[in-house]
């Protein structure tokens, strides 16, 4: 009984980090309207008069794209863009760095990490609910089989759940470098430009020169905006595959870079004083 209640303490505690997440970005809904309509709707408009235009001249698909699939993709696309944006993890980490306050979280009974990840969590939640109106829109005017749509519909929450996992072991393995980098903005831009370069929402990576295609469909961020889009838009079994394989290998392979970082970071940090 104790151990169960422990545990269930243990959960509320870790749903109270998720919901200080969720009022953060609640309490600053200007900023969320601008990233919807600014980051979201005005660069979807854009690729809608371009595509449209390309597809009139041919009634085939280009690259396996229907017009459908190609705006679905970028509409997928851009939304994960913004669900998976690691930006506030790295500033929040190199802050505390900077300022010597990690010392205030690490007394918590929770990891650093843990406390870091469930908060991100949090502030995702109001960006998944646009991904999650698409979503059954496409499926409402394409499914008629209701246990189709059960199948479907459990893919897209793994598929949600394990790019915002690795969005965050991403974002979180690149902020530990704080402890070596002096001006922590060039690791905020670094994965701000990462992340929009490889992310797949300028083109799919199909439509890149073939030197390059390699590069777009193997780097992580891949997983986090692309190949989700990818699959969400065309269900292809394929890309689903490597997208499971994909994110599953980079998750594996940043919590070991992070245990090992992590370790010798702090040495860092506590022989500099805090």
Known sequence: ?????????????????????????????AM????????????????????????????HSINGFSFHDMMYYYAFALIFSRLNNGYNVMQSFSKHVKEGKLEVTLTKPFSYMTQMLFTFLGESVLYAMPLLAIFA????LS???????????????????????LCFFLSFAIALLSFWVI???????????SSALLGGTLLPPSFWPTWLIPLMQFNPYRFTISAPAEFLSTHDLKVFQKFMLGSVFYILCLLFFIHIAWEKGMKAYHGAGG
């Not at 545990?7 to 980090?17: D, I």
């Not at 005005?42 to 595509?51: A, G, K, M, N, R």
């Not at 829109?137 to 409402?140: A, E, Q």
């Open 137 to 140: 829109i496409k499926l409402i």
């Open 32 to 59: 969320f309207f601008t990233d919807i309509v600014m980051g979201t709707l005005s660069p979807f408009v854009i690729q809608l008069l371009l595509w449209n235009a390309l597809f009139s001249d041919t009634s």
């Open 1 to 29: 009984m104790l151990n169960s209640k422990n545990f269930s303490n243990h959960c509320f505690a870790l749903f109270l980090f998720a919901k200080n997440g969720l009022l953060t970005i609640l309490s600053d809904r």
């Open 143 to 165: 499914y008629e089989n209701i246990s189709g749509l059960v199948i479907v519909f459990m893919l897209f929450f793994l598929i949600v759940i394990l790019s915002q996992l």
């Open 183 to 193: 001006e922590s903005n060039i690791l905020l831009s670094f994965g701000i430009l």
